[in-house]
Nanobody
Framework: VQLQASGGGLVQAGGSLTLSCAAS????????MGWFRQAPGKDRGFVAA????????FYAESVKGRFSISGDNAKNMVYLQMNSLKPEDTAVYYC??????????????????WGQGTLVTVSS
């Protein structure tokens, strides 16, 4: 399984970015896909997730109403639309895939496969 994240960059506060994650290596129809982020000196934390089968979405409280996760099953792509970006959103963003939930979809341990990360920098 391979995950390739892209779309990061430098943006001013209030701006928008869309991250993309290309998944390959197997059929992901029964997987859940997520985005996590890690700021310098901090632990990796949950941002958003989506289930392939039902298209259910989940968000961290800090990004609700600003970020939107979506998926394209046919292309094995997952997107994270980020609007109204804040300096505190600055982090390396990772996409991840998991087959079975361990504790919850918000839990980092529920994901078995990780992309390489893409840096998002939000300037004030």
């Amino acid at each position: 399984v391979q995950l390739q994240a892209s779309g990061g960059g430098l943006v001013q506060a209030g701006g928008s970015l869309t991250l993309s994650c290309a998944a390959s290596g197997r059929t992901f129809s029964s997987y859940h896909m997520g985005w996590f982020r890690q700021a310098p000196g901090k632990d990796r934390g949950f941002v958003a997730a989506i289930t392939w089968s039902g298209g259910n979405t989940f968000y961290a409280e800090s990004v609700k109403g600003r970020f939107s996760i979506s998926g394209d099953n046919a292309k094995n792509m997952v997107y994270l639309q980020m609007n109204s970006l804040k300096p505190e959103d600055t982090a390396v963003y990772y996409c991840a895939a998991g087959r079975y939930l361990k504790i919850s979809i918000y839990y980092l341990g529920s994901y078995d496969h990780w992309g390489q990360g893409t840096l998002v920098t939000v300037s004030s």
